[in-house]
């Protein structure tokens, strides 16, 4: 059968949904998204990093509003604690140009590209049965529905990977990212000002945190500080699941307290130490291998296909990487069998190899890290590339 004209269900209709949905729609298809959540998605306020070409192809191919806000960042400056010495003593300054955005805005901004009686939300979708020319979905209290196609963009924990690429199940190397934000007003004195070029890296044993600045979602043109800080706690961590905002216990906080406190120059000590507890949410890492994204009439997009470790900066971004794939695939053949052969090579491809570099960056950032303050200013770039497979920057 041709694409125009398919019937397709996508499963999940957060970044990943959203953008297969627009993505398959611009292809003649006839789209359903199910979301089984009620209304617009909690947001959880965190910030989104995203090389500056993305932005531009987003806006280009009409998946985003030409007016998202974006901070825009050119460099990423690692630094140590130096004593006494407030914002600590430059390490390298790594050329990053990115632009941060906050998920709360991308996700609205993709989802008023989906028309309302395609996306229909507060539904559970469940595969009854497949085969090589389509799938039966129950949603809700429907009975089964026989789609064409069905895109798993269930995120990581999904049910459709399992029916794609059993076995493949989120992996955990036991340490994790403490993260906040609070308005940019309330930070120290002299630290927008050291934020205004890009993001920071404060390194420190056992760890280091990504500092920088993401608009608000709440209020117009105002922007806040966004921090994460990764490291390994005591007990390593065993459970995926996000501890949300509000909602980490009092034990969880004290190896944040204490990294930040004995590790973390002053000025940076004191935007994590400003941040409200009801603002500071705790996502433990892992990561997930997937060899294929295609199985019959099944795609995996998003973190339902592989995830790779926030180190790399790419959730978003391979999201709506598949996305554009499965638009572009979709134009250029004429049935199912080669769009999906093409979509399954390129993405299974890429998305295992940004999990394979989200491994060896958290290697060396967290699990095994340098003496920071020993290095010189040619080490950190050396020991950047060697982790990097050769890149200097994360978006090369
Ligand atoms: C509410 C929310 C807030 C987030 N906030 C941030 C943030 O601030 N910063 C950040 O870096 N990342 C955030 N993330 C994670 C980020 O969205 C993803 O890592 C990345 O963008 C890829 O998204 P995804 O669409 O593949 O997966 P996800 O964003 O995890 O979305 C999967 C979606 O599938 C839905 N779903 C699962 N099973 C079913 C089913 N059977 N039927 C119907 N629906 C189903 C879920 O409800 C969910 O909305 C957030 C995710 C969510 C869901």
Redesign the pocket.
């Known amino acids: 059968m041709g694409i125009a004209g398919s019937r397709v269900a996508v ?7 959203c953008a297969a949905a627009i993505a398959l729609a611009r292809a003649g298809c006839d789209v359903t998204v ?4 009620q209304g617009v ?8 990093g995203m090389p500056p070409s993305m932005i531009e192809t987003l806006i280009a191919a009409g998946y985003v509003s030409p007016v998202l806000p974006v901070v825009p960042g050119e460099e990423r400056v690692f630094v140590v604690r130096d004593g006494d010495t407030p914002a600590g003593r430059v390490l390298w300054r790594q050329p990053l140009p990115v632009r941060f955005t ?3 805005l991308l ?1 609205r901004s993709l989802r008023q590209q989906v028309a309302d009686p395609v996306y229909r939300d507060g ?4 595969i009854e049965d497949m085969n090589d020319m389509g799938v039966t979905v129950s ?1 809700g209290t429907s009975a089964g529905t026989r789609f064409d196609l069905v895109v798993g ?7 459709v990977r399992q029916r794609v690429a059993p076995g493949s199940s989120p992996h955990l190397p036991g340490y994790g990212l403490w993260r906040g934000t609070y308005p940019e007003r309330l930070l120290p004195d002299g630290a927008t000002a050291a934020l205004e070029p890009g993001a920071m890296m404060v390194c420190f044993p056992g760890g280091h945190a990504m500092i920088y600045l993401i608009p608000d979602h709440l209020r117009t043109g105002r922007r806040l500080v966004n921090w994460g800080v990764y490291l390994c706690p005591p007990q390593p961590m065993t459970d995926p699941a996000l501890i949300p905002p509000g909602q980490v216990p009092t034990a969880t906080m004290i190896p944040l307290r204490d990294a930040v406190t004995r590790g973390f120059p002053p000025l940076w000590a004191d935007v994590v130490g400003r941040t409200p507890a009801e603002r500071i949410s705790v996502q433990p890492i892992f990561d997930v291998i997937a060899p294929q994204y295609v199985s019959g009439r099944l795609a995996l ?4 296909g592989t ?1 790779a470790r ?1 180190h790399t900066g790419s ?2 971004v ?2 709506l990487e598949d996305a554009l794939a499965l638009e572009s695939g979709c134009h250029s053949a004429a049935e199912w069998a080669s769009v999906l052969a093409g979509y399954d090579r390129a993405r299974a491809a890429a998305g295992n190899a940004l999990t394979t570099l989200g491994r060896s960056l958290g290697r060396v950032l967290v699990e095994n890290t340098p003496d920071w303050g020993a290095l010189s200013e040619t080490d950190l770039p050396e020991l950047w590339r060697e982790a990097a497979s050769g890149r200097m920057s994360l978006y090369e």
């Open positions: 499963i999940g209709g957060s970044i990943a949904g199910f979301e089984r959540t998605l909690r947001d959880r306020g965190f910030g989104i906050n998920w709360s996700w539904v559970i979708a469940v949603a963009a269930d995120g990581y924990n999904s049910a997009a998003g973190d339902a995830t926030p959730g978003a391979k999201a």
